[in-house]
């Protein structure tokens, strides 16, 4: 009998092992396949866009070139204008946003507020339909008058549904013991959110201020609608300005001139370009990750397994 079970125990702890050099090899597998499109947009941007458009995109840089970062910093005031914009109204942003979804979380999640399941089905209906660009426009422009307004850029993303069903759902799990205890001490219900619940929200607000802090930092939309004024647009809008702005100059020198001009205009960098912006981009964003890393995959996965 103690030999039958020594026997499955070996037995079992090799099974373990034979299943873990799988999972981390298809791991590291997907992780590589992952990888390699970041190594190639960066190796793209140190190339030359004749080399790019002539061998196409590869691992390791071919005919190493600066002109694409050269083209990008062109004017360093003006860009770092863009990106005090783009940190700025990220900061505020996500801080603002953080703020309000979680004190309409945890009202919605109040079994004692008698509205909740009302408006909980308020907020989901937004998510089926909604006014459309031309109301919002006119909303945003003709009533509330934020046409080269900062607030055109910050209220939109604010609040968000599925933000709010994550962070329900975490406070949700919360016992009610912990707020009645803090009423029973004499605390109110904003002093019980801010002492008692927000920190025991950690994973739920790093997950839902990293998604706000992407919305906030990939925007270029409402920057292109509401926003005509050069001095206040974001990093996003003014990048893509400035792609739009080389590929039509582009076009124009090449179908007008001849010779040099027609080789100068195509050695003019456009998917280097491209690439470069993508590093100088996504550079600050990317670096985010790793301090939230902990906290973003734990609350992304709050409600999914339960047990």
């Not at 783009?86 to 603002?96: H, N």
């Not at 890393?293 to 996965?301: H, L, S, W």
Request: with cysteine.
């Amino acid at each position: 009998m103690t030999s039958g079970t020594a026997r499955y125990k070996i037995r079992r702890k090799w099974d373990s092992k034979v299943l873990s050099m799988i999972a981390y090899t298809l791991n590291g597998f997907v992780a590589l396949v992952c990888l390699v499109p970041f190594i190639m947009v960066l190796s793209a941007s140190f190339s030359s866009e004749t080399s790019v458009q002539l061998q196409g995109f590869s691992l390791l840089p071919r005919d190493i070139s600066l002109e694409a970062y050269k083209t990008v910093f062109k004017e360093p005031s003006v860009i770092a204008r863009a990106y005090v914009i783009t940190i700025l109204l990220t900061l505020c942003g996500t801080a603002l946003g953080l703020f309000i979804q979680t004190m309409t979380a945890y009202v919605l999640s109040r079994k004692d507020f008698a509205w909740r399941n009302r408006f909980s089905f308020f907020f989901y209906f937004t998510t089926l339909f909604n006014g459309g660009l031309v109301p919002s426009y006119i909303l945003m422009t003709r009533y509330l008058h934020m046409k080269n307004n900062y607030l055109a850029l910050l209220v939109p993303f604010l609040f968000s549904v599925y933000n709010l069903l994550i962070m329900k759902s975490y406070i949700m799990v919360i016992p009610d013991s912990l707020s009645d205890a803090a009423k029973i001490d004499g605390c109110g219900e904003f002093r019980t959110l801010i002492q008692v619940i927000m920190p025991m929200l950690k994973p739920a607000l790093a997950t839902v201020g990293l998604f706000i802090a992407l919305a906030y930092w990939n925007d270029w939309y409402n920057a292109m609608l509401y926003i005509s004024n050069e001095k206040m647009q974001p990093l996003q809008y003014f990048l893509y300005n400035q792609v739009n702005n080389i590929e039509a100059y582009k076009k124009i020198i090449a179908s007008n001139a001849v010779g040099a001009d027609v080789a100068a205009a195509i050695n003019m960098p456009t998917q280097t370009l491209k690439m470069a912006l993508t590093v100088v981009v996504t550079g600050p964003i990317v670096l985010l990750y790793p301090l939230v890393q902990k906290y973003f995959v734990q609350g992304i996965t709050i409600g999914a397994v339960k047990g």
